[in-house]
Structures are given as C-alpha cells and as structure tokens.
C-alpha cells in the first residue's frame, strides 16, 4: 500500500484533475435525479407481514390519512358567515386533482341520519346556508342530537368545526400540500384556521429539511474551518482538508442520486456528519508531517511526504475502515432512512479515506509543505512532554480513584439505560412552537385526536357482523378504551351507525341508543340506511358479506406509547372475539408507526452487537492480539453505555434520528483508540518502557486526538442550529460522545495498555 500511494506524488496535478473530473460527473445526477422522501409509509419495508395486512386492510375499507382543516370562530360556528365559508372551503377541497369528492367530511357533506314519521331519513345538514336565527338554531340542535358528529366535527363548545380531506397516499404531493395550505391562508380572517393531519406532518418535512440542509451546511463549514486554522496554524492544511471533506459529501449525494435513493430527513445531517468526520484524517497526517519536520527541518518534501504516508497509511485505512463499519452496521435495521444513512456515511467516509491519502499529499507537493513557526531554541516536544509526563505520572498515581470513578459513572449509566424509551412520532420531529404542533395540539384539545388506530375483525361466516352479541362486545371494547385512557379521544365503527338507527326509530329515546337483541333487525335497519343514504360510507367500517369490520380509534399522540397503551386494552378482548369465531388485526399510519418503532429497537440491537464485534476483530487482526481487540474496545463500550444512560436520564427518546447514535459513537470513537494503540505499539517496542511509551503517546497522538475530538464535537454542535430537536439531540449527545471516546482512551485504554504491559518484551533504559 505504501509503494501504491507513494506512486501518486509523482503526478500530483494529474491526481487533482481526475479528482476534479469525478466530482463534475457527479454533479449530473444530482441535479437532475435528487428527490425528498416524505411519505412516511416510505420509511419502512412494505414486506413486513404486519405492513401487508395493514395494506391489504386498508384497500378492504379505504383507510387514507387525512388532512384535518380546522376552523374556529371565538363567538361559534353557527354564524351565517361562517357556514358559508365551511361549504366554500369543501368545494374547494373537493375540485383540487387528487382528492376524492365523497372523500371530503364536513358539516356540508356529513349525512345526518335521523327518523321521521315515513321512516329512516339520511339528509346532509344543510344544502343551503341558513340565515334566520330559527335555521341556526334548528342545526344547531340536529348536530347537538347526532353522536357521530358531535364533538366529532363539531368542538363541545361549538366555536370550532373540521373539514377533513383523505388522501391515498399516490394522490399527495408537495403541489396538492401547498394548495390547501394556500386554502386556509385564503379564508382566515375573522376565523382562525388550523391544519393538521400526517399528510401536513409530511409536506412539513418536506419543505423544512432541505432549509434545514442549506442552513446548516454552511455553518458547519464555517466552524470546521476557524477551528482547523486554529488547531492546524496552516491555511494549506486547512484548505486541502477541508477539500477532502467537501468532495466526500459531493460524492456521497451523487451517488445516493445516481442510484435513485431518495434523501429522507434523516439524510439531511449527512454532510454535517461526513464534514465533521472526514477532517480526522487530514488533521493526523499534517500532525505527523509537523512532528517529522520539526525532528528533520532541512527534510525535502518528497522524503517528508512519504515519511508521512510511512507512518499514518495504516492507521488511517483502519480508523476509517473501523467507522465504515460503524455506520455500515446499521444495515441491520429495516428502516431505510437508517439503512441508507449508514450505506452511504460509510461511502463518504472511505472517499475521504481515499482522498486524504491521495489528494492531501498531491496538494503538499504542488503548494509545499505548510510553513508552521519551528522554534530552533526548543527541542521537539518540550512542552508537550512535560504536560505528557505529568498526565501520565498523575493517570498512573491515581489510577485506582479512575477505575472507580469509571465504575460508578457506568452503573449510574446501567440505570439510565433501562429508563430508554423509543418514539415512533414524527410530529416530535417538530419544535412545540411550529405552526403544524401548534395546530395538532389545539385539535387534539377540541377533539378526538389527529392520529388514527384500526382495529381489523374477521370472521369465517356471513353476516357475522350482524351478530348482536358481536357488536355488543364490539361496542364495549369501544367504550371501555374510550374511558380508561385520555390519550384516546373517540372511536368510530359499525356499532355506531346501529345504535344511531336503533335511537332515532324510537323517537330520539335515549334508552335505545343500544345495540338491538335482534339481528333481524339490525339487518332491517342496514338495509334501511343502504336505501335512504350512501351505502359506500358503510364499506368504510363493514365489508359486503359483513365478514369483516373496522374500529377506527382516534388517539391524541402517534408516540408509540400512546398507541400501546391502546392495544394493551384491546388485546384483553383477545379471547372472547375468538370464543365468537373473530379474528383480531391491527392496521392504520398508527399501527404502522408502533411496528416502526420496533423495528427501530431491534436494528439498533444488531447494530450495536455487529459494530462491536466487527470492531474488535479488526482490532485484534491488525495488532495480532485478541487482548489488544478488547482493550481497544473498552472506551466505546463505555461510551455506549454512557450515551444511552444520558438519554434515559434526560428523557431523550430513541428515534430514527437518535438511533444512529451507537454507531456514531462506536465507528468514530474508534479512531481514537487506533491512533492511540498504533502509536504505543511503536513506542513500546522502542523503549520497552511502558510508562515511557505512555508519555510519548500523549505526547504524539494524544495531540492530534484531543485536535480530532475539538473538530468533531465542534461539527457536531452545528446541528444545535437545527430547527429539528432531534437533530439538536443528536448533535449533543454525539459531542458528549466524543469528549467520553476521548477520555476513555487516554485515561482507561492507557491504564490497560500499561497494566497488561502489552507489546513490552523486555525492559531496557530509555534514551533521548
């Protein structure tokens, strides 16, 4: 390898030109085949038996997620005006491409069952908009008197009512979004118009993390930039390095684009993510080139170059192979955004592998070598050796009180990480202050809730959802859900057309608002309503041989707590639809979201247990020892479990967005521990002094680590900018990360190494 790179100092200006004409071809497909994934069904593998029952549910009874447009007016709805305007805002709704007509649900469109003295009556509520006080009046009571929409599209205080529109999810796009968001900017004033629902959820994300991309990227920069200077004294350094990382996330985006991948939230930290990682590289080549020139000032550049690639090639490949297989470990979990985030960092970072080793140096030996200040009246390393030795000397004294200091911190950690919960909302990708949370909040206070839950009943035999004692226990099972949670705001099924029939054939009484004993006559009334209303609403909730149902439960969360809080309920009705013969399912963007979940939880296991093993048998591959494969493995083990401890402390929950967190943690940590280990090893076998080695690694590579872990943690806190918490979160608790990786190996990995006294085979004085 080292012959093979040295080969490329010879032609440094053809090197930058094929560089170049690689980064112009990757710039096509980026501009011309780059595209957001916002549909949230997106983000998960659609072969999951959970997501093809769910599917094949949601084609049986048209289950599309809607956009909820709520309208509120602080003196009541029942205004002329304002009913007005919910009929215009209907119609509008109904002739935008892509939505349905008899998919738009307002007080306009709702139909009112009710009886009359010929019988059962299905009637809109109003055609034409009342104007006398005894026409508001007279619809102020009939929605007052209908269980189906009051309190569901009518708030209790009567001052806001919804308009909702379902969408399949190949009819939404970003056009459609902007189009009933442009609706509601239209009618507002004196209202107050609010929208919400995961189709918004969706276009939000949408039209927020490209911003979000475009702002952040250039801060990173920025930063990356003034802390390099700083750290590296060299506008040449800083510059080539930080071309390295640049041309890493253009090939990265280019490729993603050339293959079709589509770039998801999460995506969007991927050039903050490469920036702060790929100057890792470049900053331990220039700190052994500084080291090398300083000892050999009169070296020409050639011979300091290949110095250079002599000594850093082969820990460089291996830190950079180590954080590749970090993120590439994150192939184990079935979610895409996670599993393309990790496919792709791990590309990035071997390009900005690849480059530091070919790029860098061809760009010393066409500018030359940086000009740092070499002070001729101070040996190499003075200062640095004596801060060195008094940290050794003082890690080696106190080395007890550091084992038992890391013991505590690990149990307080231990305890932390079983308090770790996992969030499959995407409306917690949102700050409590955005238009969209406040809008999902205020209707969720109004009403039953914007986030929606099925459950799916099947039977063997026809017309077993005329069963009375079926729909009896369906109703319980509604009812009993209802009370025992507040997170649950109302349910629909059925069981509620019966029981609205079965009132209004008996003169409005109250006492009939029940399940009839007699399936006859339940079968009358459904025949009734099959001829005075619209029997496609009834396929909705009841298939056409009544074989199958629906029980859709509006939830005021879509955290997977929320909706397992539900199905805890649900699952105790388990064993009595089973005694009837009914089979018991789950469908719905809800269900969908709590299987997300899991699948999150059980990609961030393997991930954690693949990246480590990998770690360690490279580790041991390269040293040639399973012991040296295990120490080195100690500073991430310790940070991982210091990560997920703080999350749990803080309530942090495991997200897509937090779940990359072990694999950062574990594929950049690493480095530190190889540069470490590398530069003892050489030492060690120098001076057969292991407290010696221990000052002079310090001294050498405990710089260039302490430089790596300032740019990284300092890349990292550019995502406290972002507008989305979870990338705040993540950007925080990366940086702890790296400050504990950091710790942990000149402090625990040093003792280890020194303890074990590993790679000394005898002892000998040691001379200047």
């Known amino acids: 390898m080292y012959r093979f790179l040295t080969k490329f100092l010879k032609h440094p200006f053809i090197v930058v030109g094929i560089i170049l004409l690689i980064s112009i071809g990757f710039m096509y497909p980026l501009k011309t085949n780059t595209r957001i994934e916002t549909d949230l069904d997106e983000y998960m593998p659609q072969s999951n038996p959970a997501f093809v029952y769910s599917n094949q549910a949601e084609e049986w009874f048209s289950i599309n997620d809607g956009i909820i447009i709520a309208i509120e007016n602080t003196n009541g709805i029942y205004q002329s005006d304002t009913l007005e305007k919910i009929k215009d805002i209907t119609k509008e709704l109904q002739s935008i491409e892509g939505i349905d007509k008899n998919d738009v649900t307002s007080l306009y469109t709702a139909d009112n069952i009710s009886g009359s003295e010929w019988g059962l009556e299905v009637d809109a509520f109003y055609n034409k908009v009342p104007t006398s006080e005894k026409g508001l009046e007279a619809l102020r009571d009939d929605v007052r008197n209908n269980d189906m929409f009051y309190r569901r599209i009518v708030s209790e205080d009567e001052k806001t009512t919804l308009i909702i529109a379902t969408i399949s999810d190949n009819s939404f796009s970003q056009d459609l979004y902007h189009q009933i968001l442009k609706i509601a900017d239209d009618y507002e004033v004196p209202e107050t118009i609010y929208v919400a629902g995961r189709p918004v959820v969706e276009g939000s994300l949408a039209a927020l993390a490209p911003a979000d991309m475009a702002k952040m990227v250039p801060i990173v920069i920025l930063v990356i930039v003034i802390v390099l200077f700083l750290l590296m004294q060299s506008v040449l350094a800083t510059v080539l390095t930080l071309l390295v990382v640049l041309f890493s996330v253009l090939w990265s985006f280019g490729l993603m684009s050339a293959l079709n991948i589509p770039i998801y939230a999460v995506s969007t930290m991927l050039p903050v993510m490469l920036i702060a990682i790929g100057v890792a590289d470049g900053i331990h080549l220039f700190n052994h080139l500084k080291h090398y020139k300083k000892e050999f000032i009169h070296a020409d550049k050639t011979t300091c170059l290949k110095e250079m690639i002599q000594g850093m090639w082969k820990p460089v490949i291996m830190t950079s192979v180590t954080t590749s297989i970090g993120f590439i470990s994150l192939l184990s979990s079935q979610v895409y955004p996670i599993k393309y985030f990790g496919i792709f960092t791990a590309f990035g970072v071997l390009v900005a592998m690849s480059l530091s080793l070919i790029l860098i140096p061809a760009g010393v030996m066409i500018f030359g070598i940086p000009r740092w200040k070499m002070d001729q009246t101070q040996k190499d390393g003075d200062v640095e050796n004596t801060f060195s030795k008094r940290f050794s000397v003082w890690l080696l004294k106190n080395s007890s009180l550091t084992i038992v200091l890391t013991a505590i911190i690990i149990a307080i950690s231990l305890w932390g990480t079983s308090q770790v919960w996992i969030d499959s909302s995407f409306l917690s990708q949102f700050e409590k202050t955005s238009d969209i949370t406040i809008a999902d909040t205020y209707i969720n206070d109004k009403f039953g809730g914007t986030s929606t839950m099925n459950v799916i009943f099947d039977s063997e035999s026809e017309d077993a959802f005329k069963n009375p004692e079926v729909l009896k226990l369906m109703s319980t099972l509604q009812d009993d859900v209802e009370s025992s949670l507040d997170v649950v705001g109302n349910s629909f099924s059925l069981t509620d057309y019966i029981k609205r029939m079965n009132m209004v054939m008996n003169a409005d009484d109250e006492e009939f608002n029940t399940i009839p004993d007699s399936q006859d006559l339940i079968a009358q009334y459904l025949l009734l309503y099959e001829m005075s209303g619209d029997p496609e609403k009834l396929l909705q909730v009841v298939d056409y041989s009544y074989m199958k149902a629906n029980i859709t439960f509006q939830l005021k969360s879509d955290s997977s707590v929320a909706i397992k809080s539900a199905m805890s309920i649900i699952e105790n009705y388990k064993p009595e639809f089973d005694d009837l013969g009914i089979t018991m399912n789950y469908a719905g963007s809800g269900y969908r979201a709590l299987v997300f979940s899991d699948l999150i939880l059980e990609g961030q296991i393997y991930s954690i247990l693949i990246s480590l093993i990998m770690v360690i048998i490279l580790l041991s591959m390269m040293f040639k020892s399973l012991k ?74 405990g710089r260039a680590i302490l430089f790596n872990a300032i740019v990284v943690i300092a890349g990292f806190m550019v995502l406290l900018f972002s507008v989305f918490p979870p990338n705040r979160a993540l950007g925080a608790l990366v940086s702890l990360n790296m400050f504990t990786s950091f710790l942990g190996t000149l402090t625990i990995m040093a003792l280890l190494l020194v303890k074990s006294k590993i790679f000394i085979k005898k002892e000998k004085n040691y001379e200047e």
């Open 628 to 701: 040296i494969g295990l120490i080195g493995a100690v500073p991430n083990i310790i940070t991982v479990c210091i990560s997920f401890g703080i999350m749990g402390i803080l309530k942090i929950p495991l997200s897509t967005t937090t779940a990359l967190l072990t694999s950062i943690a574990i594929g950049i940590g690493i480095d530190y521990a190889i540069h470490f280990i590398e530069r003892y090893k050489i030492y060690a076998e120098t001076t057969g002094d292991a407290e010696k080695a221990l000052e002079m690694t310090i001294s050498h590579s």
